[in-house]
């Protein structure tokens, strides 16, 4: 059997280990941080400069466990030394979310308890579908996007690489939000929203460039 390393042991750490458990398909589970971040019985066991020597040692897997609100340079670094040291890179899927059967999910992503993935739609590697979050039909998630717990895309909607689309956002069909912008909480997105940028509100609307 396999066995996994999770690349941060903070509070995203604490929902991926959860939605793990429930999986099942790992020997061991480690965490890597430079302090103490033990959960649920999963030891903390070192720190990034070990992880070359742990999957020497067998260690065969990694997922990046850090999360991100608006900035995913941490998520990228992380992400990029795991690839770059050649460990697996699996997506973890929480057993409760419902995923369309013909939905193409890149590596190194999680989906989080009772996401719903619609068909047709397509997620990028190393993103974040939180909990709840809906991805209607036909979307389009960039990689390291994250769409929050209890957001809304409905169909045919275009997320972009590295965007934060915050909690409980709804998003209308058909609508593009670019690279690297953040849509703040609550937000109902309504026309497209170019790349790097920060929006919020209901209809959503810029507010810093
Ligand atoms: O919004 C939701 C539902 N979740 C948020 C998530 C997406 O992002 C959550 O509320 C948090 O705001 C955030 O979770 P995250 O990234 O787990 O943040 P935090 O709880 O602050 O924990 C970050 C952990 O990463 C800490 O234990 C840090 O020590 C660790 N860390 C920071 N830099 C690192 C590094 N770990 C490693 N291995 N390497 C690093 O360079």
Known sequence: MKKLLLIGGGGHCHSVIDSILMLNSYEKIGIIDDKDCSFLGISTIGTDYDVSRLFQEGWTDAFITVGSIG????????????VDLGLAIPNIVDPTATIAKDVKIQQGTYVGKKAVINAGSKIGECAVINTGAIIEHDCMVGPFAHISPGATLCGQVHVGENAHVG???VVKQLVKIGDHSLIGAGSVVVKDIPKNIVAYGNPCRLVEQ
């Open 71 to 82: 900035n995913t340079d941490l998520r990228h670094r992380l992400y990029h030394m795991i």
């Open 167 to 169: 909690a409980g956002v």
